[in-house]
């Protein structure tokens, strides 16, 4: 079988081919389809069926493209999922996506796969959003990204992300310095996402003035936090006594986020996981929100989604010989 594209601009197809036709080339690899350009078209040649989900691929990829997006590997591979899940027809609600914030070096940052549009809707529309998924779903990066908006734009007055202070599965011993010093290393992935946002400097100075703290769990016992944007990250961490002493730290024109995966508790074994508990048992309140995040959504490396698809299928495997 044989189709035609139009392409109505030069742009179009630059973007769409890639550096040295990498773009094209994963796609001919993906479909088994020979994909060529001339006069103003691109002809898509092989088995009909594999040229039909070829020629939808491409229509979603032109549709990002026309939105500005520059096209990645990782957003390629997300349109092959969703034509293979026929779910392509959605796309369109991504490319609406608006810009969340802009990075110091002046990157946008917009939700780049359908779950991660919905988790952030859920946070703009409600008080209090737990969000659940693997690693590397944009779980806290976003979170993040909306508490910046939010502080910006003075609806609220402080930024405070924290997390337990558990190690994953190794002994670390003893930390030399002060009880700052101790902590940061299980903090590092906040002050990350907070550098890229504002920058070291103004991170620093927006640090020393109070408004924006990073600390562990503990740290919260005690308060009531109001006129903030809240994050608990690695939430899947917490025990159940710990989880509900931070949603009871709420308090007026605030809003929390809580994130973690429910695959990676590091807990003891006699402890049971206040994220799961929470998720269970919140389900359903009026401006509680619980969003899902699933392998789809993942924006890291390739390999990633493949990884947690293993756990995944081997998790399975392992509850039906249960």
Same mark, same amino acid.
């Given at each position: 079988?044989?189709?035609?594209?139009?392409?109505?601009?030069?742009?179009?197809?630059?973007?769409?081919?890639?550096?040295?036709?990498?773009?094209?080339?994963?796609?001919?690899?993906?479909?088994?389809?020979? @994909? +060529?350009?001339?006069? *103003?078209?691109?002809?898509?040649?092989?088995?009909?069926?594999? &040229?039909?989900? !070829?020629?939808? /691929?491409?229509?979603?990829?032109?549709?990002?493209?026309?939105?500005?997006?520059?096209?990645?590997?990782?957003?390629?591979?997300?349109?092959?999922?969703?034509?293979?899940?026929?779910?392509?027809?959605?796309?369109?609600?991504?490319?609406?996506?608006?810009?969340?914030?802009?990075?110091?070096?002046?990157?946008?940052?917009?939700?780049?796969?359908?779950?991660?549009?919905?988790?952030?809707?859920?946070?703009?529309?409600?008080? @209090? +959003?737990?969000?659940? *998924?693997?690693?590397?779903?944009?779980?806290?990066?976003?979170? &993040?990204?909306? !508490?910046?908006? /939010?502080?910006?734009?003075?609806?609220?007055?402080?930024?405070?992300?924290?997390?337990?202070?558990?190690?994953?599965?190794?002994?670390?011993?003893?930390?030399?310095?002060?009880?700052?010093?101790?902590?940061?290393?299980?903090?590092?992935?906040?002050?990350?996402?907070?550098?890229?946002?504002?920058?070291?400097?103004?991170?620093?100075?927006?640090?020393?003035?109070?408004?924006?703290?990073?600390?562990?769990?503990?740290?919260?016992?005690?308060?009531?936090?109001?006129?903030?944007?809240?994050?608990?990250?690695?939430?899947?961490?917490?025990?159940?006594?710990?989880?509900?002493?931070?949603?009871?730290?709420?308090?007026?024109?605030?809003?929390?986020?809580?994130?973690?995966?429910?695959?990676?508790?590091?807990?003891?074994?006699?402890?049971?996981?206040?994220?799961?508990?929470?998720?269970?048992?919140?389900?359903?309140?009026?401006?509680?929100?619980?969003?899902?995040?699933?392998?789809?959504?993942?924006?890291?490396?390739?390999?990633?989604?493949?990884?947690?698809?293993?756990?995944?299928?081997?998790?399975?495997?392992?509850?039906?010989?249960?």
């Amino acid at each position: 079988m044989e189709l035609l594209i139009d392409i109505e601009r030069v742009e179009q197809l630059v973007n769409l081919f890639g550096n040295l036709d990498e773009n094209i080339k994963r796609l001919e690899s993906k479909y088994n389809v020979a @994909i +060529t350009s001339h006069s *103003g078209q691109l002809k898509i040649t092989g088995d009909t069926i594999n &040229v039909t989900d !070829a020629s939808r /691929a491409i229509k979603c990829l032109l549709e990002i493209i026309n939105k500005g997006e520059t096209l990645t590997a990782q957003n390629i591979d997300y349109v092959i999922n969703m034509v293979n899940d026929n779910e392509d027809d959605k796309i369109a609600k991504l490319t609406d996506a608006n810009c969340i914030c802009v990075t110091s070096k002046g990157k946008p940052i917009k939700p780049k796969t359908l779950g991660q549009k919905r988790y952030v809707e859920a946070i703009q529309k409600n008080t @209090i +959003t737990i969000g659940v *998924g693997p690693a590397g779903t944009g779980k806290t990066y976003l979170a &993040v990204a909306l !508490a910046v908006n /939010a502080f910006r734009a003075k609806q609220v007055n402080r930024i405070i992300l924290t997390r337990p202070a558990v190690e994953a599965g190794e002994k670390l011993g003893f930390l030399p310095g002060d009880l700052q010093q101790k902590v940061d290393p299980y903090l590092r992935p906040l002050y990350d996402a907070l550098y890229d946002m504002l920058g070291a400097e103004n991170f620093q100075k927006c640090q020393e003035r109070g408004d924006i703290e990073v600390a562990p769990l503990a740290y919260m016992r005690g308060r009531t936090l109001d006129d903030s944007f809240i994050i608990l990250d690695e939430a899947q961490n917490t025990t159940q006594e710990q989880m509900k002493m931070f949603l009871t730290r709420l308090g007026f024109n605030s809003k929390a986020v809580v994130t973690g995966d429910i695959t990676q508790i590091d807990l003891p074994g006699d402890k049971r996981s206040g994220l799961k508990q929470a998720v269970k048992i919140l389900r359903g309140i009026d401006d509680i929100a619980i969003a899902q995040l699933s392998g789809k959504d993942v924006v890291r490396h390739r390999l990633v989604q493949e990884i947690i698809r293993a756990y995944e299928r081997n998790g399975e495997k392992n509850e039906a010989k249960g």
